[in-house]
């Protein structure tokens, strides 16, 4: 056990880079091994992660399995990571869907195939993923975030679809974009803190009292540019269509499930916490714009006929639900952010799974064509029927914790912030909750039910394969696991997330006990 | 006067080198005149280890003409491995291409390395100009080494034009500190600069006459023209050359007179330097989307990271000695980290346009696919000139936004964050047309043992680098006057 | 006295730098060059610069030019008026005006009053040599070095394979 508390989340971002170099060192043809040697790396990180969740002292809210390394002195930064009960969930998230992937590519790999890159470009994206989820300096994290692009660029670029050379450079360009000012934000927060560091934790205890008003909120904005655009918030969101559309269903899935949650773990590790003064400020904007995510989102589901495509937008509207949860401030609404993200990880993973699958026999994506479903292959009808009804929020499954929960939690926001606006946003996302449920049972009408069209009729398709299943057993499971016992998550997270707005509180009032302090002297 | 020969060591040996590969190849045969590469390797080789030997070391002869100090070694450290690359690179290109006479082209380089070493190392400004012309004078030569092409004869005249109006410019203004102190030593002009009040408008004219000088070497704007078209028209190892080594050459220079001559006089220069390093990279940016040819482009992005070495002397301070070590630490880490991933993406280039004679970004279409490593190294370098992780770029760029910040200076930190976004343009363009489009042509690129060598060792080292950044911050802390 | 002088030669040699680049004729061209570098010398004479005046005058007027004039005349290079004209003076004459617009009344303002006194022996030959070959030795053998670049460059461009 004391490897795994001294090294286990090193493991568990370096397994898989390991996994990569030694697949990319193994000649072409092999693919065999080379899927072998995939699902070995992130097995092991899977399993570090498992072995991680059961180390873990849940209750307790701060930094576990610290690990503080010199990196690269010359400029103060330190390899420094750490778990707590925000970053564990979506660890485990992040090595669970990554292992799945895995076994989902076992089955297929698609066009143009060459496995050998493919398995290297996931594994070195699970790299990425959860490195961001565990860094605790800036610099570190800032290396893993970026380390994200190039993989997922060339996933789209190479094996999405017809128009992936306008959605993976748009991809590249609007996260990069975002990035740099995210960068910016970061060397100057480095420069107001006394003594400059680096490290999230030191800036968050001793922080960056001193800094002017205007300067917080610039800071502030930079690092919200970046976020924002990971997540996606509305208007920053116009990348994700086109990324999710084009991107081959791995991408998709490792996008959706994982790539997004580092967006608002950015603004719940980093943003919030060692800002709290401007995040304060700008809480009923990001509500505001949350809201507006949210029927938005519903909005251009109900006008698409592109299955795929409807899915992705459903994600704009799902992180706003979590945004919205994040701009309370409040524990519940940090609590439903959390819970919001993995759960749309499983369920929206879920559905880009079966798209894509639905996709392989069908060779398409619109509605239109794939109606019958539900006679044609009833297995895979019904698993979509499942995870659409999950996804737009019904009790019981894992999809509506996270949403009635933020908007619980926007009734009574933060004190100090206004309620009304909150108030307003949590009328809009109720309206937002019914134009979801709208879109997703019209989209269950267009292709489960209705006539097998001409073309299909003669054709016999497979249904669910055993390779699918055990791609998505997990995921299923968890579906219903965490829709009926939220606790699993909940019990993790509590007192991470109540800590984590008794730094905002504190902090609020700790201004003044400085300024007292300043005084005394 | 006493001289101290162990300082000149590399430099005496380097003469010994150069004139002995000219005069070997004298006598050499014909068939056997692909000795010189050889010789030429191994005689840097062995300047290499007469610099490293003197790593650490204070030494100052010649009346302090001569310094060898950390900032001196490590320069030279750099130059002599940037040869050493080009060398491998060269050795495939001359192979290939017959008309370029291999004991003249590695006799011009290693002249031209000679005077690289010697500008390190001066600190009087007639030993830096005649150390720039030892530089230049070799350097034209081999720009128009293929002398029966009449693009190379153009790239030639257009460097050599350009060369010749920007150094007797830059040496008028040398005459003018010269006037003003009555002293060419930097640290005696310095010290007659101090305190002086009547001096501000002659002392920005000849300020601007040596950036001329100095911006013609670094390829800064305005002094960029010649650029593209001499990097198309000479072979491509000789522009790598130009690229690395000589616009190294050139900020060696620059920081020298710069902070040891006329340190005093920040005030009046720091905002020449945040001007042209914006306009600088921002031109180099948007002129490099609209290329074709794939050595163009890379001269346009040579010319925008020109850019973003030149603003943090944007930030620089006449007192706070601090800022200027801060200054000169990322401009050296970003000298570090582009030697390898410049000289890189021109070693592609010629491993992709020796044999097939192709030029065009066209035709990359589909490289990875024909020759997967060789798409993969050249994406690894173009990523790393871009600044993405996990390529050591990211970290040359993160110290130069670090210095920007540090210095106040958000605002040129927020104009070289938008260019970063828009180089990632034409790089991505690259790279896309190399691994996303097919092409017909599906043999694979060959290429002899050298110039594989070379790509693989800087792609190593820009990937080993991206993860642990501190091999280079170790050598760029070092680099330092103060 | 040596203002008067200064001045006539200094307009005299202006005046053939200016023909020199504006005359399409190669021959006179190189004729106006001789004039500019005449000039230069008795500017160092002035300044009691001996050797370098005679330096001066044996290189470039007896040595550079000639062999200048011999080339032109003994290869078939166009002598009169060439089609590489680029017209581009347009453009080059103004920013020179501007240039010399600019330096000269800055120069002038500065300098003006200002002398040297002759008699240091800077520039008598000893003290020239002396200086040469210990202060500035470094560079001294780099031009060396740099001059036999510069043959060995020019014989490779000029031989015919």
């Not at chain 1, 090294?7 to 370096?14: K, M, P, S, Y």
């Not at chain 1, 799974?353 to 060779?363: C, D, T």
């Not at chain 2, 693009?151 to 350009?162: D, G, P, T, Y």
């Not at chain 3, 240039?99 to 008598?124: C, E, K």
């Amino acid at each position: 056990m004391n490897l795994v508390e001294e090294w286990g989340i090193t493991l568990a971002v370096f397994l898989p880079l390991l996994g990569a170099i030694v697949i990319v060192l193994t000649p072409k043809g092999m693919e065999s091994i080379q899927k072998v040697l995939a699902l070995a790396a992130t097995g092991a990180a899977l399993l570090v992660g498992l072995a991680l969740t059961f180390a873990f002292e849940h209750g307790e809210p701060g930094m576990q399995f610290e690990k503080s390394l010199s990196w690269i002195p010359s400029i103060d930064s330190n390899y420094h990571v750490g778990i707590d009960g925000i970053s564990l969930p979506l660890l485990v998230l992040s090595v669970l869907v990554c292992f799945l992937c895995i076994i989902y590519a076992c089955w297929h790999i698609p066009e143009p195939g060459n496995a050998k890159a493919f398995l290297a470009l996931i594994l070195l994206l699970e790299t990425g993923m959860n490195g961001s989820f565990i860094a605790l300096d800036l610099v570190l994290f800032f290396v893993f975030w970026e380390l994200v692009l190039v993989p997922m660029y060339f996933l789209i670029g190479i094996w999405g679809g017809e128009n992936r050379q306008y959605a993976s450079i748009k991809f590249f360009l609007y996260t990069l974009f975002g990035s740099v000012f995210m960068l910016l934000g970061f060397l100057a927060l480095y420069f107001q803190s006394d003594p400059h560091t680096f490290d999230m934790l030191l800036l968050q205890e001793s922080g960056v009292l001193d800094i002017p008003a205007g300067l917080a909120s610039l800071i502030f904005g930079g690092l919200a540019l970046g976020f924002a655009v990971k997540v996606p918030m509305w208007p920053f969101h116009t990348w994700l269509p086109d990324a999710h559309t084009q991107a081959p269903t791995i991408g998709s899935v490792l996008l959706a499930a994982v790539l997004l949650k580092m967006g608002t773990y950015g603004f719940m590790r980093i943003a919030i916490p060692i800002l709290p003064g401007p995040a304060m400020q700008f809480a009923p904007v990001i509500a505001v714009l949350a809201a507006i995510a949210i029927v938005y989102g519903a909005l251009c589901c109900l006008a698409q006929t592109n299955l795929k495509r409807m899915i992705a937008f459903s994600s704009v509207g799902h992180m706003g639900f979590v945004m919205l949860g994040i701009s309370t401030m409040t524990p519940e609404g940090f609590n439903a952010a959390v819970f919001g993200m993995v759960a749309h990880g499983v369920v929206t993973g879920m559905l880009f799974f079966l798209a894509g699958s639905i996709k392989e026999r069908y060779h398409t994506y619109e509605m239109p064509e794939l109606a019958g479903m539900g006679l044609k292959i009833p297995k895979m009808a019904g698993l979509l029927a499942f995870c659409a009804i999950a996804s737009l929020g019904l009790p019981g499954l894992a999809g509506f914790w996270g949403e009635v929960m933020a908007l619980l939690a926007s009734y009574q926001p933060l004190e100090g912030l206004d309620p009304t606006i909150f108030r307003g946003a949590m009328v809009v996302g109720a309206i937002g909750t019914v134009l979801t449920a709208g879109y997703f049972l019209w989209m269950l009408q267009r292709v489960n039910m209705g006539k097998i069209s001409e073309k299909w009729k003669k054709v016999k398709l497979a249904d669910v394969e055993t390779l699918e299943y055990a791609a998505w057993l997990p995921l299923l499971a968890l579906i219903l696991v965490l829709g009926l016992y939220p606790r699993l998550i909940m019990d993790t997270t509590t007192s991470s997330v109540t800590a984590l707005t008794e730094t905002i509180t504190g902090r609020s009032s700790g201004d003044d006990a400085h300024v007292a302090q300043v005084t005394d002297h | 006067m006493d001289v101290n020969f162990e300082a000149l060591l590399p430099e005496l040996l380097l003469t010994l080198v150069a004139c002995g590969v000219m005069t070997i190849d004298l006598f050499l045969p014909k068939e056997k005149r692909g000795l010189a590469f050889p010789l030429a390797f191994i005689g840097v080789l062995a300047t290499l280890a007469a610099v490293l030997n003197l790593y650490g070391q204070n030494l100052t002869t010649l009346d302090g003409m001569f310094v060898v100090d950390r900032f001196a070694v490590i320069f030279k450290i750099i130059f002599c491995v940037a040869a050493l690359l080009v060398f491998a690179v060269s050795q495939a290109y001359l192979n290939d291409d017959k008309d370029v006479p291999h004991g003249e082209y590695y006799t011009m380089m290693l002249f031209s390395l000679l005077g690289m070493l010697t500008i390190a190392s001066s600190r009087d400004l007639i030993a830096i100009f005649v150390a720039l012309e030892m530089i230049s004078l070799p350097a034209f030569i081999l720009a128009g080494i293929r002398k029966y092409d009449i693009r190379s004869n153009e790239a030639a005249l257009k460097f050599f034009l350009f060369g010749v109006l920007s150094t007797a410019l830059m040496l008028f203004g040398m005459s003018l500190f010269y006037g003003l102190t009555g002293a060419t030593n930097l640290a005696d002009i310095s010290a007659g600069l101090a305190g002086r009040t009547d001096i501000d408008e002659v002392a920005l004219l000849a300020i601007l006459f040596l950036i001329v000088g100095f911006g013609f070497k670094v390829s800064a704007f305005p002094f960029q023209w010649w650029v593209p078209d001499t990097y198309e028209g000479a072979p491509i190892p000789v522009a790598a050359f130009l690229s690395v080594a000589s616009k190294t050459a050139g900020f060696v220079g620059l920081f020298q007179v710069m902070f040891l001559g006329l340190g005093e006089l920040a005030d009046m220069w720091r905002p020449m330097f945040a001007v042209i390093g914006i306009v600088t990279m921002t031109f180099g940016n948007l002129v490099a989307i609209q290329q074709k040819q794939i050595v163009r482009l890379l001269a346009y992005s040579s010319i925008a990271q020109a850019g973003y070495m030149l603003v943090p002397l944007g930030v620089a301070s006449a007192t706070d000695g601090a800022l200027n070590t801060q200054i000169i630490f990322s401009v050296v880490a970003y000298l570090l980290v582009y030697a390898f991933m410049e000289t890189g993406a021109f070693a592609a280039a010629t491993a992709f346009g020796r044999k097939t004679g192709k030029y065009l970004i066209e035709d990359y279409a589909g490289l990875f696919g024909r020759s997967p490593a060789l798409a993969v190294a050249m994406a690894a370098f173009l990523f790393s000139l871009a600044g993405i992780p996990p390529f050591a770029g990211w970290w040359a760029k993160f110290v130069i936004f670090k210095t920007l910040i540090e210095g106040d200076g958000l605002v040129l930190a927020v104009i070289m964050a938008l260019n970063t976004v828009i180089a990632m343009f034409f790089y991505l363009a690259v790279v896309k047309k190399m691994f996303v489009d097919k092409s017909e042509d599906t043999a694979a690129i060959a290429m002899p043992r050298s110039l594989a060598g070379a790509i693989g060792i800087a792609a190593i080292v820009i990937t080993v680098g991206g993860f642990l950044p501190n091999l280079f911050g170790q050598l760029a802390e070092n680099a330092n006057f103060f | 006295m040596q203002g008067l002088i200064f001045l006539v030669v200094a307009a005299t040699s202006g005046f053939a730098a200016v023909r020199l680049v504006t005359n399409k004729n190669l021959v006179h061209a190189a004729l106006y060059l001789v004039v500019t570098l005449m000039g230069m010398a008795i500017i160092f004479l002035l300044l009691t610069a001996e050797f370098v005046a005679w330096v001066q005058v044996l290189i470039y007027v007896g040595a550079v030019i000639v062999l200048l004039l011999f080339g032109l005349m003994l290869t078939r290079a166009q002598i009169g008026k060439t089609a590489l004209d680029r017209q581009q003076r347009w453009v080059a004459g103004p920013v020179a005006l501007v240039l010399f617009g600019v330096t000269a009344p800055v120069l002038w303002r500065f300098f003006d009053g200002r002398t040297i006194s002759l008699d240091r022996q800077s520039g008598n030959t000893e003290a020239l040599g002396t200086e040469i070959f210990t202060k500035f030795v470094l560079p001294f053998e780099v031009v060396s070095v740099l001059l036999l670049a510069a043959l060995v460059g020019a014989v490779f461009l000029a031989k015919k394979d």
